[in-house]
C-alpha cells in the first residue's frame, strides 16, 4: 500500500513549504497471499506432526489418510510456487514504484531548466530479495 506512504517535495518558489507527494501502487495482495499461505502450511504441518505422533496407528490402519495427505501437501507445494512468483512480481513492482529515478521523474521541480535533482541514497532491498528466495 504504497499511497499511504508520504514523501516531501521542496517547492523552489516558496521556499519554507514543501509539498508533500505520495507514492503510486498497491502490491500488498501478493504479499498477503505469500504470508497466508505461509501461515497456512505451518498450522498444517503442526496438525501432521501431531498425527504422525500422536496418532500414528490411526495413520498406518487408514488407507485413505496418507493419500488424503499427500494431495493436501502436493496442493501446499503448487500454491507456494504461485505465491513465489507472486510476491517476486509484487517485489519487482515495488523496486520498480521507489526507484529514485521514477521519484525524481515524478517531481515537478526537477522538470525545469537548469535544475539538477539526484538522489541521497538507494533504497536496501536485500532482505526483500531473501524474502523471495526462501
Known sequence: RLYNIPFGMPNCEDESEARTLYLVGDFSAPAEFFVTLGVFSFLYSMAALVLYLRFHSLYTENTKLPFTDFCVTVCFAFFWLVAAAAWGKGLSDVKAATRPSALISAMGVC????????????????????????
Open 111 to 134: 522538470q525545469g531548466d537548469g535544475v539538477v535533482c539526484s538522489a541521497g541514497t538507494t533504497p536496501a532491498m536485500g532482505l526483500a530479495n531473501i524474502s523471495v528466495v526462501r
